[in-house]
């Protein structure tokens, strides 16, 4: 499976950004996929996952209420919508898959997209 994320740029905090997350391959409705962010000098860090169905979905606690993760099957594409954003969101955001299960460990996630960065203002 091949990735491509976009989507990232420049907001103020309180803005509203919304990450795309374009795959190749016929079989994405059997992949989970994940958002993960990594900011300088810090771990990437799991923000939000959706099961291949788009039935189950998990927020890290950091970013639950004010990120929504969803998928459309039929276009092999899978979205964050970010809202209220915080200067702390700053980092640079990936779309990943896996193949069985919802899980937070980036080491078990097969493929990867080329990343977004996101920069939010104070």
């Known amino acids: 499976v091949q990735l491509q994320a976009s989507g990232g740029g420049l907001v103020h905090a309180g803005g509203s950004l919304r990450l795309s997350c374009a795959a190749s391959?016929?079989?994405?409705?059997?992949?989970?996929m994940g958002w993960f962010r990594q900011a300088p000098g810090k771990e990437r860090e799991l923000v939000a996952g959706?099961?291949?169905?788009?039935?189950?979905?998990y927020y890290a606690g950091s970013v639950g209420g004010r990120f929504a993760i969803s998928r459309d099957n039929a276009k092999s594409a899978v979205y964050l919508q970010m809202n209220s954003l915080k200067p702390e969101d700053t980092a640079v955001y990936y779309c990943?898959?896996?193949?069985?299960?919802?899980?937070?460990?980036?080491?078990?996630?097969?493929?990867w997209g080329q990343g977004t960065l996101v920069t939010v203002s104070s």
């Open positions: 959706i099961s291949g169905s788009g039935s189950s979905t």
């Open positions: 391959g016929r079989t994405f409705n059997s992949y989970v």
């Open positions: 990943a898959t896996r193949v069985r299960g919802l899980a937070s460990s980036p080491v078990t996630y097969d493929s």
